[in-house]
């Protein structure tokens, strides 16, 4: 079953997973409904992606389709009109990859007789698939989460779609509907950066400038852009009112032991995240965490390693399963980073919020933070203090509390 599957041998087969050209389809006069959008594959060929125990839900498409859709209130179509110059989505394409998470409809799609493509149709296809695989895009919008959550057939990965489209007037863009996300309608581009070559030099240099202070890992110029949302709504209701998305989780308490060190001021840590389910069945406790952290291991209270997943900015950490009843359960993660900027004898964490794990979308939660510090340094934090004094190797150490719920925890050090 879902609960039985292992997410690492799942992740093995999604990354290995090719294009099986023996299954081809020809759709003609296809429609599907997804979301506030339809999807007419007017007439074409749909080569499935394969994998060892897998069920195809990347599908590659050659041909003549449309994306139609409206807008969800005048907001919303003031912006699409925006970026498309119309205030309703009828937008062409001629390529397509289609990740489609619901089994029943990619049963529907590949149940008609295969037709095999001829060979320019075949090479036009594995172009397509190798230049999808290679997308920042896919990095990005970190598909291979999606697949993975599909593939354990968790409850957040129900009625997902993504579709990656070319050929239409206003150029490439995606179509995503995402369950877990609070507006799961995503509609739009990425944008590269737009820079000359003079500026990017620039900005290379203080890439790496960053990375020889521990920061912007795996970073590189031509991963620099922006997402140019067209429109972004929730799905509606069987009253036809928002249905916001949720993650699974939302925490109750974050347990945060953190030492700072030199050189550098080096931040190493361990954050114990006590959980609430909010779906029912779910076993994906969604993380943010700056991609500048680096996750060693994921463990739950017990001290058993959990599977996780690193995205741009996310970890997604999968349990053995989903808990019983609605019982908490806790993630403990151990990372480590450089989130402290420093300029001679100024400094200040980067991001207020994003130095330690955050989880949920309510995100309210009450805090029990160590920390550790060299000496001649000062350091000042949210809670109230509860104990404090020398560390044994003669640096410093406090800990503070803040038992009401909040939507934060920070500190300064200088």
């Known amino acids: ?239 036809g009112q928002p249905l916001a998305g949720t993650p699974a989780f939302e925490p109750t308490k974050y347990t945060l032991d953190v030492r700072i060190t030199q050189p550098g001021l080096r931040l190493s840590a361990k954050a114990r995240i006590d959980l609430q389910p909010v779906v029912p069945g779910s076993r994906v406790v969604g993380i943010r965490l700056a991609r500048d952290f680096e996750v060693t291991q994921a463990t739950d209270a017990a001290g058993n390693r959990l599977f996780f997943h690193r995205g741009e900015s996310e970890l997604t950490v999968i349990l053995p399963e989903p808990p019983r009843d609605g019982a908490a359960v806790t993630v403990i993660l151990d990372y480590s980073g450089n989130p402290i900027a420093k300029d001679w004898n100024l400094m200040a964490l980067i991001g207020t919020e994003s130095w330690y794990p955050r989880v949920g979308l309510v995100d309210r939660a009450v805090y029990d933070a160590t920390f550790h510090w060299p000496k001649g340094f000062d350091l000042v934090a949210s809670g109230r203090r509860w104990d404090g004094g020398q560390d044994a190797d003669g640096g410093r150490w406090e800990r503070r509390v803040l038992d009401v719920a909040g939507l934060g925890f920070s500190f300064e050090l200088g």
Do not use: C
């Open 1 to 239: 079953g879902a609960t039985a599957a292992d997410p690492a041998t799942l992740l093995r087969a999604i990354r290995a997973s090719h294009l099986d050209l023996s299954r081809s389809v020809s759709p003609a006069n296809v429609h599907l409904k997804i979301g506030p959008a339809t999807l007419h594959l007017d007439r074409g060929i749909l080569v499935p992606a394969s994998s060892e125990g897998l069920t195809p839900i990347e599908l590659v498409f050659l041909g003549k389709g449309r994306l139609e859709m409206n807008a969800s209130d005048q907001i919303e179509a003031g912006q699409l009109e925006l970026f498309t110059g119309a205030r309703r989505l009828n937008a062409t394409f001629t390529e397509a990859v289609l990740l489609i998470g619901a089994d029943v409809a990619v049963n529907a799609l590949l149940r008609r007789t295969a037709t095999p493509p001829d060979a320019v149709t075949q090479q036009q296809a594995e172009a397509l698939w190798t230049e999808w695989r290679q997308q920042r895009e896919r990095e990005v919008l970190d598909i291979e989460r999606q697949i993975l959550l599909d593939a354990l057939g968790d409850p957040l990965a129900s009625g997902y779609f993504g579709g990656w489209f070319r050929g239409s007037e206003g150029g490439e863009f995606f179509y995503l509907v995402e369950p877990d996300e609070q507006e799961q309608v995503q509609l739009g581009r990425y944008v590269p950066l737009d820079a000359t070559k003079r500026e990017k030099r620039q900005i290379e240099k203080a890439i790496r400038r960053e990375q020889r202070q521990g920061r912007a890992r795996g970073l590189e110029v031509e991963d620099l852009g922006e997402w140019d949302a067209w429109t972004s709504t929730a799905l509606l209701g069987a009253s």
